[in-house]
């Protein structure tokens, strides 16, 4: 830092100061007004408190140099700060443009999609419904090759309109839209409507469709949003129904321990490949050999399956033979952390 | 026994789908309900005002106004406000749904996921046959 800014006086003024001094003592001394034993001690307690003086200055001159110097790195720390609050207030804008910009797409998505599948959904509606007037019987009696032809138009039209259902389902878990009513209520009407949905397609199979349930009146009521527990119990047996050949076994039970439901689906398939296995509850994964039994089914169902359950407080878990068969165990706790949500 | 308490029931379907609103009339039909048919809001009210009916099948997207808004209308005259009213669209979205209901409709159906022959069971189920 320099003198001059300082505003302190410079060495050499100290020493041109002590000169004057000692001047001003040899004259004295010539002239006869003090002693020269005086003159010497005076000189000598003048150089002494000026060398003293001198070194003082110094000090405090290096230490206000210190302190200009601290000084002005906050200040320029004072400006980096301001600038980057200014850079981060204008990021902040920018983000909360962009999330706004996000938000709109969102919406937009979300009646994209809901605009694309009503479209989708009128024209095929129309299509299932001819084929279902077809094979009224009321309309009239169609040859064996015309129900076939027409039955098979119907379950492709089916599964289309299913494919559309799952991914409207899906985007609406995705984006979080999917209310869960959780209310304490008997799970009995759900798996029993569930389960019900399923003995005519069972039976056509001549698939066994046991349940084993426990006494209604003991069971205690659990904390479930009733629709979705239908859903995913709906996905599991359909996939049990869908992989098991005809004349084979579908088991369902459901019992109570320890503050924990368990349900489970059982059947005698055709098993899930044990390296496939971790990749079973992901979106749009079908396994190798479902694909090669089975041509309609989206890789949706299970992946809803599993968020459902997460959303129950409640854990999903497969065990299955290749070839032998699959069994899933659905486990949820009988009052939810999650209700009302 | 089914044929008297069907045919004096009279079903406003409220559909601007030709097709569908045909097939859904000949299904009716053949439970011998008396039928009549709407392309459109203003369709609808002309029947309504000019006869009685038992029961209304309300699409939600028509040429004009929409069937949100004519199923609230209908909730708000004292003279129609009672007659129950069952939504058929391919809108399906939980909250769509929920609307549908909370603006005072008796049911809301999916076309996608039913049949005429079930909806026909659904009338039959509300109007007591």
Redesign the interface.
């Known amino acids: 830092m320099d003198q001059e800014k300082n505003n302190l006086p410079s060495q050499k003024h100290i020493w041109l100061i002590q000169i004057v001094f000692a001047v001003a003592v040899a004259a004295m001394l010539f002239l006869g007004y003090i002693p020269t034993v005086s003159a010497v001690l005076l000189f000598f307690v003048l150089v002494v408190n000026s060398a003293a003086f001198a070194l003082l200055l110094s000090g405090f001159r290096k230490g206000l140099n210190f302190y200009n110097t601290e000084t002005e790195q906050k200040s320029k720390k004072i400006e980096e700060f301001d600038q980057i609050t200014r850079q981060l207030v204008k990021r902040e804008l920018e983000v909360a443009h962009a999330n706004q910009r996000l938000a709109e797409l969102d919406v937009a998505k979300s009646d994209f999609v ?1 605009v694309a ?2 479209q989708l ?2 024209p ?3 299509i ?3 084929y ?2 077809l094979l ?1 019987p ?1 309309t009239g009696p169609l040859t064996a090759e015309q129900k076939e032809i027409a039955e098979n138009g119907l379950a492709s039209i089916s599964n289309t ?1 299913d494919l ?2 799952d991914l ?1 389902n899906v985007a ?1 878990i995705e984006e979080g ?3 869960f009513e959780i209310k304490r209520q008997s799970i009995f009407p759900v798996f029993k409507k569930a389960v019900e949905g399923f003995r005519l397609i069972a039976d056509e199979k001549k698939i066994t469709l046991a349940v084993k349930i426990p006494d209604e009146s003991g069971f205690p009521d659990v904390d479930i949003d009733a629709e979705k527990m239908e859903l995913a119990i709906t996905n599991l047996l359909d996939n049990a129904v869908k992989y098991t050949p005809n004349g084979g076994r579908i088991d369902f039970s459901i019992s109570q321990e320890q503050g924990l439901v368990r349900m489970v689906v059982q059947d005698s398939g055709i098993g899930i490949p044990k390296d496939q296995k971790n990749r079973l509850f992901s979106k749009f994964f079908r396994a190798d050999n479902a694909t090669a039994v089975q041509t309609s089914g989206t890789g949706l169902g299970l992946y809803m399956v599993k968020k459902i359950i997460d959303r129950h407080g409640g854990k999903i878990v497969v065990d299955s033979t290749e070839g032998k068969g699959t069994a899933f165990v659905i486990t949820i706790p009988e009052i939810s952390a999650k209700k009302g949500e | 026994m089914e044929q008297n308490q069907t045919g004096e029931k009279t079903i406003l379907i409220v559909e601007d789908d030709t097709f569908m609103g045909s097939l859904l009339e000949r299904k009716f039909k053949q439970k011998n309900f008396q039928i009549l048919r709407a392309m459109n809001v203003d369709e609808a009210r002309k029947f309504i005002e000019s006869g009685p009916v038992s029961l209304i099948l309300l699409d939600i997207i028509l040429p004009g106004t929409d069937g949100i808004t004519f199923l609230k209308e209908l909730k708000l005259n004292p003279q129609f406000k009672d007659i129950p009213v069952i939504i058929t669209s391919n809108l399906g979205k939980e909250e769509e749904i929920e609307k549908g209901i909370a603006e005072g409709a008796t049911d809301y159906i999916v076309k996608a996921h039913t049949t005429p022959g079930e909806i026909v069971e659904k009338v039959e189920k509300i109007l007591g046959i």
């Open positions: 809901s599948a009503h959904r009128t095929l509606t129309g299932k419904w001819s279902t007037a009224d009321e309109l559309i259902n409207l609406h839209k999917m209310k």
